[in-house]
């Protein structure tokens, strides 16, 4: 695990470098049909990149769109109109038999339909009209790290082919580097997850794009260290789940810098009010100052982008805090890095 969190700024170049030309020309069919809606499929670490994607296309291309229940295919044989859709499927073994069925059903229906996949030649890349790879090399272990942050670059990258955002494509281009320098929290994360090694639970909060992260760090946490780690957006907090806060509760708070950020502070501060105990990511020394452990990002990539960063030192807190447990992430117990779902 921890060599493949390695490998994500190779492995995010390569898939950038080697599909820019791929999903150009795939950008112009969608506006020369006028697509205006999107559908996504996907399951687990994936439906936590088709969340990035939600916001992402929303805001920069102005599209509406739905994370599909892949259930209304495989179970209830449902077939919705599709018809000025596109269908995305976002697997990493491209095998997930439901998120197949989804796109398979799509296209019967009128959808156009692409796919973000490790691997070329899988079942849904037959589903699709248009593949888009990772390019993240075997991916042996079981907790997805690099097909994770090359799906988001694959999503950001579409999303700026599709809106022909030239500033969008040049701060993607300086993602790998980004990925590079927030590796070097990797000591600082493993010097403080010792204090949580015999945690239980902990919420993790997040707002707007990194509500991505939120999700894809609790379950990195649930498999590698099976803890319950409960992920919430910090808007739907406050309307509930802050009542389970009391004195040294664990709360992860994700806090770039954005429009998002004041929000994401207004909700530090209460919890500091109800004494939890917080584990920030962010720039601003203004929320990192509230933090028991602050782990502050040495470099700020811009907030549409920030997921593909962000999520770093949630794989590197799920990662050393497995191995302060006495756990090996490689072999978390009842999974496979295959699970096929109908």
């Known amino acids: 695990m921890r060599d493949e969190i390695y490998q994500q700024p190779h492995a995010i170049a390569s898939a950038i470098e080697q599909e820019t030309a791929a999903v150009a020309a795939f950008a112009q069919k969608l506006r020369d049909r006028r697509i205006r809606h999107v559908v996504i499929a996907a399951r687990g670490t994936s439906d936590n990149a088709a969340t990035y994607a939600k916001y992402l296309l929303e805001i920069v291309v102005g599209v509406p769109v739905a994370l599909a229940a892949p259930s209304v295919y495989t179970l209830y044989g449902a077939r ?14 491209g095998q997930a038999t439901d998120v197949v069925q989804a796109l398979a059903t799509g296209s019967e229906t009128g959808a156009m339909t692409a796919c973000i996949t490790n691997v070329a030649g899988s079942p849904l890349t037959e589903v699709s009209d248009a593949t888009f ?24 990258l579409l999303a700026a082919q599709w809106a022909e955002s030239a500033e969008l494509l040049k701060g993607l281009n300086k993602i790998p580097d980004a990925v590079q320098r927030t590796l070097a929290l990797d000591d600082v994360v493993a010097s403080a997850v010792e204090r ?31 803890i319950v780690a409960k992920p919430y957006s910090g808007a739907d907090f406050l309307h509930g789940p802050i009542a389970m806060v009391s004195d040294g509760f664990p709360c992860f708070i994700f806090a770039p810098n954005g429009r998002a950020y004041d929000s994401m502070h207004e909700l530090a501060t209460k919890l500091e009010e109800r004494h939890a105990e917080m584990i920030v990511v962010a720039h601003n020394k203004e929320i990192l100052a509230l933090a028991k452990r602050p782990l502050e990002l040495p470099v700020d990539a811009g907030e549409l982008l920030s997921p593909i960063v962000c999520i770093l030192p949630g794989q590197l807190w799920a990662y050393h805090l497995s191995r302060a447990r006495g756990i090996d992430p490689d072999r978390p117990r009842g999974l496979t890095k295959v699970t096929l779902t109908r």
Request: hydrophobic share 40%; proline share 1%; charged share 15%.
């Open 80 to 93: 919705p109109n599709l018809e000025g859709v596109l269908m995305l499927g976002i697997s990493q073994s």
């Open 133 to 156: 790879l990772c390019s993240a090399g075997d991916e042996r272990g079981i907790a997805a790290t690099k097909t994770y942050t090359t799906s988001l670059a694959l999503v950001a």
């Open 196 to 226: 949580y090694r015999y945690m239980d639970e902990c919420a993790v909060l997040a707002r707007g794009l990194n509500q991505a992260t939120a999700l894809e760090t609790a379950l990195k946490m649930t498999e590698t260290s099976y």
